[in-house]
């Protein structure tokens, strides 16, 4: 796995937050979480586009950071469960008003990121519209 060779600047609260959900799925695993969708298999159900690989080192993370707890039951096959720490549940009000946000701006949004792909990987054909 990578590892970092330089300490990552966090001198304010947007530069930790940043150190702790930056990862592409991160924000979801939590969300989904948060709603029920405990075991792994759940969650990759919930996240079809994100490989097996991936969510299990972004939860391994999230668990490092104390966001979310790992249980694992002796049974077999072996069954685990994740569960949001009391701290990974201070931040849902958090990423419930930025979901919020972008379905206010959803259009606006969704414009902007196409107009950037068409601008850069060809013509408006290779984007359908919203």
């Known amino acids: 796995m990578y590892e970092r060779k330089i300490i990552p600047n966090l001198n304010c609260g947007l530069d930790l937050i940043g150190e702790v959900l930056y990862g592409k799925w991160k924000i979801r695993l939590l969300w989904f979480i948060n709603e029920g969708y405990k075991r792994p298999s759940e969650l990759q159900r919930k996240i079809p586009d994100a490989s097996r690989r991936v969510l299990n080192v972004q939860l391994k993370e ?23 720490t009391e701290f990974g549940e201070s931040l849902i009000p958090v990423i419930g008003a930025l979901g919020q ?5 959803q259009e606006r949004l969704k414009n902007l990121i196409i ?15 919203l």
């Open 101 to 105: 946000w972008g379905d206010q701006n």
């Open 62 to 84: 999230l668990e490092e950071h104390e966001l979310v707890s790992k249980i694992i039951y002796p049974v077999v096959p072996p069954k685990v469960e994740y569960s949001l």
């Open 115 to 129: 107009k950037r792909f068409q601008g850069s990987a060809g013509t408006k054909d290779d984007f359908p519209v």
